[in-house]
């Protein structure tokens, strides 16, 4: 079945490097996505990846992603006070077209 | 722009009543969803509609839910009676093809719906 699961919970002090970690289950997405959720807001696309890419990176973010292992990662490098929110792994399944999300991981960042 | 546009923001009422929520999409965005967020379960999709038809609506919890989309730039997701454990965050978002990975989803600010 599809399940995307990722930790709950992330707290890095500002200015080190956030790692946040991604597995999912259907081998057959095409996309891999992250959302940001800040407080009383909806979720806001960061950034995606191609099922057949193994890295992006866009200025602070790095995306990595292992197929085989089915394992996504979001590094956000420098990471300042506005980067603490909800993190939102997803991927979209071209056999059912829908997204699936994560369970989301609250990433504090301590000054 | 105004992006995805939903309204209330905040809804309180009491166990029972009839709850209407409203979502504006993104002008010329084919695909509406709508999702239930909730610190037990996280995001749930419930319905999805392309072209004001509902094509996915195998996430809508009961018959007490319920969701149309009358024109392209309209939807509403009602619950009657509602229930304590409604309360939630009801997401739209809307997306010109979710098939196109460039495009993603754009999320309204959520209603935050309260049964008591």
């Known amino acids: 079945g599809e399940d995307v699961e990722q930790s709950l919970f992330l707290s890095v002090r500002e200015g080190d490097s956030s790692v946040i970690n991604c597995t999912y289950t259907?081998?057959?997405?095409?996309?891999l996505y992250w959302y940001k959720q800040e407080p009383g807001a909806g979720l806001q696309l960061l950034t995606y990846?191609?099922?057949?890419?193994d890295m992006k990176q866009d200025q602070r973010l790095t995306v990595l992603l292992n197929k085989k292992d089915k394992h996504l990662s979001l590094r956000i490098a420098d990471t300042q006070t506005g980067d603490s929110a909800i993190y939102f792994c997803a991927e979209f399944s071209s056999g059912t077209y829908k997204y699936i999300f994560g369970t989301g991981t609250r990433l504090k960042v301590l000054a | 722009d105004a992006g995805v546009i939903q309204s209330p923001r905040h809804e309180v009422t009491e166990m029972g009543q009839e709850v209407t929520l409203r979502c504006k999409p993104i002008?010329?965005?084919?695909?509406l969803f709508w999702y239930r967020q909730t610190m037990m379960r996280g995001l749930e999709l419930l319905i999805y509609?392309?072209?004001?038809?509902?094509?996915?609506d195998s996430g809508m919890p009961e018959d007490r839910f319920s969701a149309k989309m009358p024109n392209a730039s309209f939807s509403t997701l009602k619950i009657q009676p509602s229930e304590p454990r409604d309360s939630a965050v009801y997401f739209c978002?809307?997306?010109?093809?979710?098939?196109?990975?460039?495009?993603?989803?754009?999320f309204g600010s959520g209603t935050r719906l309260t049964v008591v």
């Open positions: 002008s010329g965005h084919d695909y």
């Open positions: 509609f392309n072209n004001n038809v509902p094509i996915d």
């Open positions: 978002a809307s997306s010109l093809n979710p098939g196109q990975a460039n495009y993603g989803y754009t």
């Open positions: 990846i191609f099922s057949n890419m």
């Open positions: 259907d081998s057959s997405s095409t996309y």
